[in-house]
């Protein structure tokens, strides 16, 4: 099954404890993508990757890192999460190296930071 | 940051009844427009993307239509379903790499 899966699904974690959510996609996508989804907010990029070893900021990049070493793979990782950072995130991969067509996305992971 | 504006934030509609709803965005610069549907616990899922001055794309009984002169789309729901409730998300591409999203409209079917 063509798929976009994320891990964890849910995490409570504490402030500086570093951590990873891990995106794989089944469908030899190009582009990926991470976003934060907060309340009364629209989706808000974080970074997006063209291809593999191809990566850039979105829109509220600080606090996070993430890499593309293989075409499946696009972890997002918090070196020191603070609560600010608690939000609903996304991962999200697209057939061509841009965001042009539809994206696919991931069932979401819930990060609660204390 | 561009803004993407949804409108209404939440609408209420009786099953069977049609409704529309409207996505506004900046009107220079225009790349593509998407459309996605978001059910609770579940992800987005694309419905249209709309690329041309005067496109109308049609799913069913959704469809869209794309002004990009004006900077607007609107999506139609026609004979509203109880499963047509759902989060409805537009996002303007600004550039090859990125969407710029609005908040969404909220939208309730009550049978």
């Keep these: 099954e063509a798929q976009v899966t994320q891990n964890p699904r849910y995490l409570i974690t504490v402030t500086g404890k570093k951590l990873t959510v891990t995106c794989s996609q089944n469908m030899n996508h190009e582009y990926m993508s991470w976003y934060r989804q907060d309340p009364g907010l629209g989706l808000r990029q974080i970074y997006y990757s063209m291809n593999v070893e191809a990566t850039d900021k979105g829109d509220v990049p600080e606090g996070y890192k993430v890499s593309r070493k293989e075409k499946r793979n696009f972890p997002l990782i918090l070196e020191s999460p603070s609560p600010n950072q608690t939000s609903l995130y996304f991962c999200a991969s697209s057939i061509t190296g841009t965001a042009y067509y539809e994206q696919y996305f991931g069932p979401g992971t819930r990060l609660t930071v204390t | ?111």
């Design chain 2, 1 to 111: 940051i561009l803004n993407v504006e949804q409108s209404p934030q939440s609408l209420h509609v009786q099953e069977g009844d049609s409704t529309n709803f409207t996505c506004s965005f900046p009107s220079s610069n225009f790349y593509a427009l998407h459309w996605y549907r978001w059910e609770t616990a579940k992800s987005p899922e694309a419905l249209f993307v709309m690329t041309l001055n005067g496109d109308e794309k049609k799913k069913g009984r959704i469809s869209a239509t794309l002004n990009t002169k004006e900077g607007y789309s609107y999506l139609y729901i026609k004979g509203s379903q109880p499963e047509d409730s759902a989060t409805y998300l537009c996002a303007f591409l600004r550039s090859n790499y990125q969407l710029i999203w609005g908040a969404g409209t909220k939208l309730i079917i009550k049978p």
